[in-house]
Every structure is written in C-alpha cells, then in structure tokens.
C-alpha cells in the first residue's frame, strides 16, 4: 500500500461512520481537502495528479464512503473553478462542495433545446446588476435550487455564438417562476421557468462577456460525462442482475439471449474505458469531445437494457406497481431511457460532434451561423 493510500486509509478509520450524517460528512471530507484532491490547495484541494487522486478514489469506494473525486463530477463547482471571479468562488464555492448549495441547469429554451446558441432568453445590464427576461425548459430540481447556471443573450447584433453570457441566477427571487412539467413514468423532475425581469449581479458572470458559450461547452463536457458514466437505474433496489433474470427465467441458455446479453455488459465495459480515457484527457477549463462517445453509448445501454428486461419478462411485462417489481422497473427503465437520449444533448447532436469533432467528417451546412442574431429568422 502506498504512503497516500495509507493516509487516506487512517484518515477513513477515524473519521467514516457507515449511516451518520452525510450533510456533516461532506463537511469534514471537504475541510480534510479530500473532495477534490485534484484540484489547487487554495481552492480546497490537495493538487494531487489524476492517477494519486484515484488512489483517494479507491479508498473511499473500499468502505464505502462517499465524498471525494468531486473534481471530476461536480458539474457546478468545476465550472465555477474554471471559469469565476475570485470572489464568486470564494462566495459559492465550498457550500456547492458541501452540499449546502444547490443548483440548476437555466439552458434549453422551447425553441432552443438542440440547438442553445439559438437562445433568446434576454440578460440588459443595469447598474451592477443584469436584467433577465425569458423562459427556460427541462429545468431539473428548479423549485428547489438556490441558483441556476444561466445561459442568456447579452449581444443580438454578433452571431449567435458570439452572443451569449453564462451567469449564476439567484433563483429565489420574485422574478422566477417555476412550473413543474409531468413526465411520462408519473414523475415531475423536469420544470419550465419563467424570467421576468429576474436580477443576476454582475459578480455573477462566468467568462468574459458574450464568452458565454465557451464557458458552456466546458459545462456541458462535464455533464455529458457524468451521464455517460452513471445514468439513473431501475425506482427499486432489486437483487436480481440481468443474468439472474435470465436464470430465473429459464433461458441463460438461449444462444440470442445470451448475445443480446453480452452486448450489453460489452458495451458497458467498453463505456467505462472510454469514460476513463475522456476524463484523463479533460483538463480543467476545457472540453472534450470524446464525451460524447460516452454519453451516446449510455442512452444506447439503457434501451438494450429496457429491451432486454422486456424480452426476459414476456407477458409479465405488461404488469406495473408494488405488486410486480420487476415488470414495474422494465416499464420505468423503457420509458426513462429516452431522458438519457435528450438531456445533455441528444443523441442526435452527439453523432454530429462525434462525426465532426472525433471522426473529421465535414461538418453540416449552417446558413445562420455568420449572420447576426438579430436577423435570423425563427418561426
């Protein structure tokens, strides 16, 4: 064992109680500078390189213990880290490690959801502060979050690119209206929220003005890779595996089962060594194209999986509650995928990155990517 994971071993035995609070846990993994190890001593790290930063990984994952590696899944924080004044990080940046924070995505527009440059949520300075009028969709934990990572347009006479500026918004304020939206499994995670002359102040920009949309791709990179390596799994704790279902059902043995079957945990090996490879070539501040790759194959994952289950159940899959867990978690798991083919980018906008970005294949014709925004039409 090597002298740091002895460290962090040591440290784990005297601090990590299985079931205690996990509010004052974060607290305590924050200040011992273990929840982004990679990150700057100044901004609550240790500056540790990406392969000593796993080592903490590895020894928090060995008992159990949750808190750490936050430096590469913090969607906010990174973003904070990367792209704030010093003041905002020194006002946000511990309470989003801590978990006392919370956050939303203020992206997709109703007529802008794959493509975001084409936004028209409006942000007007006044004074120190931004006025924003607009409407935002598909807003995850809008009702509950104390800022929301806005992207708005700041300039209408520049392509529409060129444009836009990324801010925190407060979001409990009077100009801040949030409508749940009812999802097709019963749910309401997702809301639409309406802007009306909401406040952002100044301070609160991320980038340099009309930047905005660089600062979104780093966002956006960071998202798409948490989606691509954890997406949410079945509403019920089941113990059996696919495996286990296909033994239950009395057909390990069928030869197309089986290939069916393969694919997938192929597929979800090959995702985790993709995933690994992203993330050691995404530094902080950046992008990385590779994500997508990712995120494409965790949509494609998750239908397999849906697919599988349904095969598995036959007849019974028809069946849904309480009563009937495994036939309720293959309607869920059917039905949830698609969130997974349109948050972050759909599937669709991944194979245009890919194709263009990984693959070099000529890009799609844009007639309104020069023109500005101002003057582009929308229906």
């Given at each position: 064992?090597?002298?740091?994971?002895?460290?962090?071993?040591?440290?784990?035995?005297?601090?990590?109680?299985?079931?205690?609070?996990?509010?004052?846990?974060?607290?305590?993994?924050?200040?011992?500078?273990?929840?982004?190890?990679?990150?700057?001593?100044?901004?609550?790290?240790?500056?540790?390189?990406?392969?000593?930063?796993?080592?903490?990984?590895?020894?928090?994952?060995?008992?159990?213990?949750?808190?750490?590696?936050?430096?590469?899944?913090h969607l906010y924080a990174n973003t904070l880290l990367s792209f704030g004044t010093v003041a905002l990080k020194q006002k946000l940046l511990r309470g989003l490690l801590c978990g006392e924070i919370t956050m939303c995505l203020l992206y997709s527009e109703p007529a802008a959801g794959s493509d975001l440059a084409g936004i028209r949520t409006r942000a007007v300075p006044q004074g120190d502060h931004w006025v924003v009028n607009g409407q935002k969709v598909w807003t995850s934990t809008a009702a509950t979050a104390d800022y929301g990572m806005l992207i708005a347009r700041t300039d209408w006479d520049v392509p529409k690119h060129q444009g836009i500026s990324f801010f925190f918004l407060p979001m409990k304020q009077p100009g801040v209206d949030v409508r749940p939206l009812r999802q097709i499994t019963d749910e309401a995670h997702f809301n639409e929220v309406f802007l009306t002359d909401a406040l952002v102040p100044a301070d609160n920009q991320l980038g340099a003005l009309n930047e905005g949309w660089k600062v979104l791709q780093t966002a956006l990179a960071y998202e798409r890779s948490v989606m691509g390596e954890r997406a949410r799994g079945p509403r019920r704790q089941n113990t059996l595996d696919m495996i286990g279902m296909a033994r239950q059902a009395g057909r390990l043995a069928d030869p197309v089962l089986r290939q069916t079957l393969a694919r997938v945990v192929a597929l979800r090996q090959l995702n985790a060594l993709n995933t690994a490879r992203a993330k050691a070539d995404l530094a902080q501040g950046t992008s990385?194209?590779?994500?997508?790759?990712?995120?494409?194959?965790?949509?494609?994952?998750?239908?397999?999986?849906?697919?599988?289950?349904?095969?598995?159940?036959?007849?019974?899959?028809?069946?849904?509650?309480?009563?009937?867990p495994l036939s309720d978690d293959a309607n869920f798991l059917t039905l949830n995928a698609y969130f997974t083919s349109i948050g972050g980018g759909t599937d669709q906008i991944q194979r245009n990155i890919i194709g263009e970005r990984v693959l070099g294949l000529p890009k799609e014709p844009e007639v309104d990517r020069d023109v500005p925004f101002r003057n582009v039409r929308s229906g």
């Open positions: 064992m090597s002298d740091l994971a002895q460290e962090v071993s040591a440290w784990l035995a005297a601090n990590w109680q299985p079931g205690g609070d996990p509010k004052a846990w974060l607290v305590k993994v924050v200040d011992a500078r273990w929840a982004a190890p990679r990150w700057p001593v100044e901004w609550f790290g240790r500056a540790l390189p990406d392969h000593q930063a796993r080592i903490v990984e590895a020894e928090f994952a060995r008992v159990g213990a949750p808190g750490t590696g936050q430096d590469r899944t990385s194209s590779i994500m997508s790759l990712g995120k494409l194959a965790m949509s494609r994952i998750l239908h397999e999986e849906a697919r599988l289950r349904t095969d598995l159940l036959g007849a019974a899959s028809l069946l849904e509650g309480p009563e009937h």
